[in-house]
């Protein structure tokens, strides 16, 4: 009974070892770790707008006195990362450093259309942030960051007040750096172990700053030539900027050639045939929609001998906004061809231009 018995273990192990011969192998996916802990680097480019306005201690202006200065920036970030342990959040601190290129003009300090008016001059060449991130890991394995961020703000400007049509040119202004704070908030996505990319908004705030008003002229018997001086004084000047960024960061420590691994559903069975369903023929139809506005501005001087910047004769100034809307679509085959097209319309408003004279002495 012992040999029977042992006679047929060894052909039913037999068997079982031909059935594992036989049987396809299995690629298992590794699972790599990865946190958003770490030292990065990184730039940007962006763009917005800011907003100066200033205050009339003879009351309030006729032309608003604010002056929008669009804008465009370049610059750098460095920062750092921490990734609680066991949790999807992220905390860290980063600094930024831009190159700013903001430049916009606007009439201000006409507390009556009888008052000779000033050209205010904004110009903002450099901007920076020390700030604290906060937010969270998600999306699949966690390569998805979401985050709110906030601190201090730093901005290098030129102001200019040149009240018009006075010759010799009557002019005061600033030049230097002002503090104030930011906020913000983004989306990060890691696109490989070392480099990620974000889409960012950022509101900085830089407070008032009292800048000296120059004299001007008070027009007392309308329509003669007949001013009196009125005396200088302080304008208040209060300031913010709007401005997204897309950047790019290199995560220190990384390998910068370095891949994340495939999915597990990517690991097919070794000795069988790919039974992945292709389709002959893929559809994409989508659509978008999005509302604008703009501003252009036309700034005459004077004559030339009045070859100031910041003297004006008139300005010409045309407020636009626009609707629009697309539809969109792909049509992709099994053969890699593809046909695809879009269909969008929309509307602006017609602008009317507003001239505003200035008055000579």
């Known amino acids: 009974m012992k040999k029977i018995s042992a006679a047929v273990f060894g052909l039913l192990l037999g068997a079982s070892l031909a059935n594992a011969a ?7 996916a590794p699972r790599a770790l990865w946190f958003w802990t770490g030292f990065y680097i990184g730039g940007q480019v962006g763009g917005g707008f800011g907003s100066s306005r200033f205050s009339d201690p003879a009351g309030p202006a006729i032309f608003g006195g604010n002056v929008r200065s669009p804008a465009v920036l370049g610059g750098g970030q460095i920062g750092f990362n921490w990734q609680v342990a066991n949790t999807i959040w992220v905390v860290g601190a980063e600094a930024d450093a831009n190159a700013l290129s903001a430049d916009g003009t606007a009439t201000c300090l006409a507390s009556s259309g009888l008052f000779i008016s000033a050209n205010c001059r904004v110009h903002q060449d450099a901007s920076g942030s020390l700030t604290g991130r906060v937010g969270l890991a998600t999306g699949a394995y966690g390569r998805t960051l979401i985050y709110a ?21 009557t002019s005061t202004g600033f030049d230097g750096t002002r503090w104030g ?17 974000r889409l960012e908004y950022d509101y900085a705030n830089f407070g008032d700053i009292n800048v000296a008003k120059p004299a001007s002229f008070f027009q007392v018997l309308p329509p003669f030539n007949a001013y009196v001086a009125t005396a200088g004084g302080t304008s208040g000047v209060s300031q913010d900027l709007h401005t997204v960024k897309l950047g790019l ?26 039974a992945a369903y292709v389709p002959d023929t893929e559809i994409e139809i989508g659509g978008r929609t999005w509302y604008s506005s703009g501003r252009f501005q036309k700034d005459l001087g004077g004559t030339a001998s009045q070859s100031q910047q910041d003297l004006l004769v008139s300005r010409l100034t045309y ?8 539809v969109f679509g792909r049509i992709d085959t099994s053969s890699n061809l593809f046909l695809k097209g879009f269909v969008g319309g929309g509307s602006s408003a017609q602008p009317f231009p507003i001239r505003t004279r200035f008055p000579t002495r």
Do not use: F
């Open 249 to 274: 960061n290199l995560k220190l420590g990384e390998d910068i050639h370095a891949q994340w691994e495939p999915p597990a559903s990517d690991y097919r069975l070794r000795g069988t045939a790919d």
């Open 319 to 326: 407020d636009t906004t626009s609707a629009t809307g697309e």
């Open 181 to 197: 704070w930011t906020i913000g908030a983004g989306v990060e996505k890691a696109l490989t172990p070392a480099w990620s990319v």
């Open 22 to 28: 036989d049987m396809p192998s299995v690629a298992v």
């Open 149 to 169: 961020k906030g601190g201090l703000a730093v901005l290098h400007e030129q102001i200019g007040l040149t009240t018009n049509g006075i010759l010799p040119q």
